[in-house]
């Protein structure tokens, strides 16, 4: 049966990579299936109303950040409250939800997807400057250390990550210890580089509605 995480990404016509390593393979779902749930493989996709067009665009980004809709909502409305106060709105956007400790603990490669990265930070295999924090929306701030718990660090799991993240190169605004399963936030996180898949503007004019 078809996972409901590669539903969404069939909906709405984008890769998400809510599965990780599997979203690369020639097994993603979106690769054989190219078209919505429901609907068959000739079917064209139905021209969408500006609405329709803003919903999809809101999924898109929420889902990315693997979250629910009231905390997307949260974020998007307090992103515009702040307009007038700052140049780029869209960016601010990203770089809060990018801030996120689930967010960079995948950023760091700790955990192949954020769905993970969210259970490893709430099962407390996570830690901020040497506390262990189990609240996967705490926002990091530059100069923050975030590291595997010492005592997590035999588990398997972690185990097989020390081999598999050598080769892996963190954003730039993250610097990675791969021996150490430890990270430290050295600069605001980067539009360009987080590349959301989806058009901001048009979430805000969802939610300006």
Not at 87 to 93: F, N, S, W
Not at 196 to 208: G, K, V
């Given at each position: 049966m078809e996972d409901n995480k590669c539903k969404i990404c069939r909906r709405v016509g984008v890769k998400l990579f809510l599965k990780g390593e599997k979203c690369f393979s020639p097994k993603c779902p979106l690769v054989k299936k190219a078209y919505p749930p429901g609907q068959k493989r000739k079917r064209r996709r139905r021209a969408l109303s500006e609405y329709g067009k803003e919903l999809v665009e809101k999924q898109k980004l929420k889902n990315w950040y693997n979250l629910t809709e009231r905390q997307f909502r949260k974020y998007v409305k307090e992103t515009l409250s702040g307009r007038g106060k700052v140049?780029?709105?869209?960016?601010?956007?990203i770089q809060t939800l990018e801030r996120r400790l689930d967010n960079v603990v995948f950023r760091l490669g700790f955990a192949p997807s954020r769905s993970s990265a969210r259970q490893l930070v709430s099962h407390r295999h996570i830690q901020v400057n040497d506390k262990t924090l189990n609240i996967a929306s705490f926002s990091v701030k530059k100069g923050d250390v975030v590291k595997v718990k010492e005592s997590s660090l035999s588990k398997k799991m972690f185990q097989v990550i020390k081999t598999t993240i050598?080769?892996?190169?963190?954003?730039t605004w993250l610097s990675l210890d791969s021996e150490k399963l430890e990270g430290k936030v050295i600069a605001e996180p980067n539009f360009e580089e987080a590349a959301?898949?989806?058009?901001?503007?048009?979430?805000?004019?969802?939610?300006?509605r």
């Open positions: 140049e780029d709105t869209a960016t601010l956007l050598k080769k892996y190169t963190p954003p959301p898949p989806a058009e901001i503007s048009s979430i805000f004019e969802f939610y300006s």
